[in-house]
């Protein structure tokens, strides 16, 4: 099973090459990276293109031709995947533990591909301290409707 890490990016570029370091380290053999910057004015595109010859992972890089807005970057950059499962981070969040996308990848199978899901998070400096977004691991249905009715904050 393809999992897509899907990174909307403007600017910030340590961030995202922290994440990116932290992507590489995942034990799931089947990942690819999108990376969607809009017009960053940093180097952004010069430090992507150099790590993506020698990166773990497929690393996917496109750059908009003008400034889309962050609702349609993070949209592109979904499209831009090719994955049976797309992850949306921002380019300052990561994938916390280098089992974490073998982990999905083993809950999607086992409960028959649920179509949305969500996670909580921990933050860098404290990983004792789960922000809880869930408070169970399951399927809770099917369909958007699920979704909408209990969450703001999910991925496709």
């Known amino acids: 099973m393809k999992i897509s ?21 995942q034990t ?9 910057d809009d017009c960053s004015t940093d180097d952004t595109e010069q430090k992507i293109k150099q790590l993506q010859a020698g990166y773990k992972y497929r690393l996917i890089y496109h750059r ?4 889309i807005g962050y609702d349609a ?14 992850i949306v981070i921002g ?17 999607l199978t086992a409960h028959h591909f649920p179509e949305i899901g969500f996670c909580n998070f921990v933050e860098d400096n404290n990983h004792e301290l789960v922000i809880e977004r869930a408070n169970t691991t399951g399927v809770m249905g099917k369909g ?7 969450y703001s904050c999910f991925s496709f």
């Open 5 to 25: 890490i899907c990174i909307p990016q403007y600017n910030r570029i340590d961030y995202l090459l922290k994440s990116l370091e932290m992507i590489g380290n």
């Open 28 to 36: 799931h053999a089947d990942i690819e990276v999108v990376v969607s």
């Open 64 to 67: 908009n031709e003008k400034n």
């Open 73 to 86: 970057n993070y949209r592109q950059s979904i499209a831009l995947s090719s994955g049976d499962y797309a």
């Open 91 to 107: 380019n300052d969040d990561s994938i916390y533990g280098d089992d974490s996308i073998e982990y999905l990848a083993n809950f």
């Open 144 to 150: 958007y409707q699920v979704s909408l009715k209990n």
